[in-house]
């Protein structure tokens, strides 16, 4: 019993020591500034989340473009736009990934293993974004009817976000499942609003992080697994819709063999990735990969068409300029769809919408975590498991890289620019190899969105106040000002 007594005492000892050793070799670094914080525990986490923007601004006046605050129960580091893209480049040092699931733990929510859904992003870039033309005549006809649905002869969105969600999915709905599928109202509503239906619940603040780190992760998942929430009813709308779907398609794969015309649509990539010899699929399986696709979709796409339509209405002056090329485009319309090199054609709007994601996204983002302790080019360094994260407003707002008062909306600042490519100074869809993989989709589609919406309304705020996105903390969320759509008369 004693000889038990002294191991334990031994191992106590042992991992106390290599704490401490640990420790010792972290405070050895040349590590960012920590800003003084008053409240012990609390550290900086009130200031932060009272008033983001002029928190951080205060900050980096004070202790440089580079440094660290303590929230939520761990030390942060944030960097500005002459850093940033070592994180997001870096990505042996600096994962997005692994910081993302403490907060979003999607694959422990549905009990998947780690890095489950990896091949997702592969294959919306390759098989949607990749092959953007295939889908393109399939999105104006999903999005002019469902267009014609919530707005008609004209009407008033307030909020209209929500709105504008329904007339999203219907093509992504198209895109991801099939055409026929996006022609069903109650899958229709799930694609639109399992992501919003699901934000509260993801919206309770990490408390229980300040007693010991990632307890608010376990805890999520444990409320999660518990009790019935939103993902969970729309996940079963989705395996209901898809069960006779998939049941249809494998029949006719083991009938027609290699005569078999596979239809263009990411589901059909889900099949050929999960199918067995025997023509069966895993229902379960390909509804988790059609929900995660459905959540990383839906909801910031809309929430982009309604920021760039807002800006649109706050600014008259421009509506002249962006109209004429949309009629110029409709002039040289051949068919009755346009091609995806027209819709490419339209750079004004292309750059309205760029400078819109530029003045709009959120204040900091892209949290990474260190998976090495890394030395950035100024010579500062943080230790492996610190938190890096992106004052992405401070990358937007340069003038360096921006030109020009870049505090101020300039629909033509990216003409020549077009919104998905990936910059250093331009990170609404980030950078590097976790760039957005279906950017090129989300921006034609918004273009085409939008190129109709000018075309047939003409638009304004309700009482012409000016919408100005929510803040919440750190996060830029869009506003909720009516927006009036009048029937064009001329047109």
Do not use: W
């Not at 069960?243 to 005569?259: A, F, H, I, Q, Y």
């Not at 090495?372 to 994260?389: C, E, I």
């Amino acid at each position: 019993m004693n000889l038990i007594i002294q191991f334990i005492s031994l191992g106590i000892i042992f991992f106390i020591a290599s704490k401490l050793l640990r420790r010792n070799q972290e405070l050895k670094l040349n590590e960012p500034p920590l800003v003084p914080y008053k409240l012990p525990i609390i550290g900086h986490t009130f200031d932060f989340y009272r008033n983001t923007e002029k928190f951080l601004a205060k900050c980096a006046e004070e202790y440089g473009e580079t440094f660290s605050l303590y929230i939520f129960g761990k030390i942060e580091t944030f960097v500005g736009s002459r850093l940033s893209p070592e994180v997001f480049k870096s990505d042996k040092d600096f994962n997005f990934d692994i910081a993302f699931k403490e907060k979003f733990p999607l694959e422990a929510f549905m009990d998947r293993a780690d890095k489950y859904f990896a091949p997702l992003p592969r294959i919306i870039f390759t098989y949607l974004s990749q092959q953007l033309p295939s889908y393109t005549e399939r999105v104006q006809r999903t999005l002019t009817k469902a267009i014609k649905e919530q707005i008609g002869d004209g009407t008033v969105l307030q909020p209209p976000l929500k709105t504008f969600q329904l007339i999203i999915a219907r093509p992504i709905a198209a895109s991801l499942l099939g055409e026929e599928l996006s022609e069903d109202k109650e899958l229709v509503n799930t694609v639109a609003y399992a992501s919003s239906d699901f934000i509260p619940f993801l919206s309770i603040p990490p408390f229980l992080d300040f007693i010991y780190p990632l307890l608010h992760q376990k805890f999520m998942i444990l409320l999660f697994k518990l009790f019935t929430n939103p993902f969970k009813v729309h996940r079963e709308v989705i395996k209901r819709k898809l069960t006779p779907v998939l049941e249809k398609r494998l029949n006719d794969m083991k009938r027609d063999g290699e005569s078999y015309v596979p239809p263009v649509d990411i589901l059909q990539k889900l099949i050929e990735l999960v199918i067995e010899d025997d023509y069966k699929a895993d229902i379960d399986i390909i509804t988790d990969y059609v929900i995660t696709a459905i959540f990383a979709a839906t909801h910031t796409t809309s929430t982009f068409l309604t920021n760039a339509t807002h800006k649109y209405a706050n600014h008259p002056e421009i509506q002249k300029e962006l109209l004429e090329e949309q009629e110029r485009l409709l002039e040289n319309k051949s068919g009755p769809y346009y091609t995806s090199e027209q819709i490419d054609s339209l750079v004004k709007l292309d750059s309205f919408f760029k400078e819109t994601l530029r003045m709009t996204t959120s204040i900091v983002f892209f949290e990474h975590k260190a998976l090495n302790p890394y030395t950035f080019s100024s010579g500062h360094q943080v230790p492996k498991g610190r938190h890096v994260t992106t004052r992405l407003q401070e990358v937007h707002r340069e003038e360096e890289s921006q030109g020009e008062n870049p505090n101020e909306f300039n629909f033509l600042r990216h003409v020549g620019a077009p919104a998905p490519r990936v910059e250093k100074n331009f990170l609404a869809f980030s950078f590097g190899k976790h760039a957005c993989p279906g950017r090129y989709f989300a921006t034609s589609e918004i273009k085409t969105a939008l190129h109709y919406l000018l075309l047939n309304y003409n638009i304004k705020t309700v009482n012409d106040e000016i919408a100005i996105p929510q803040i919440k903390g750190p996060y830029r969320y869009s506003s909720d000002v009516g927006i009036v759509f009048e029937k064009r008369k001329d047109i």
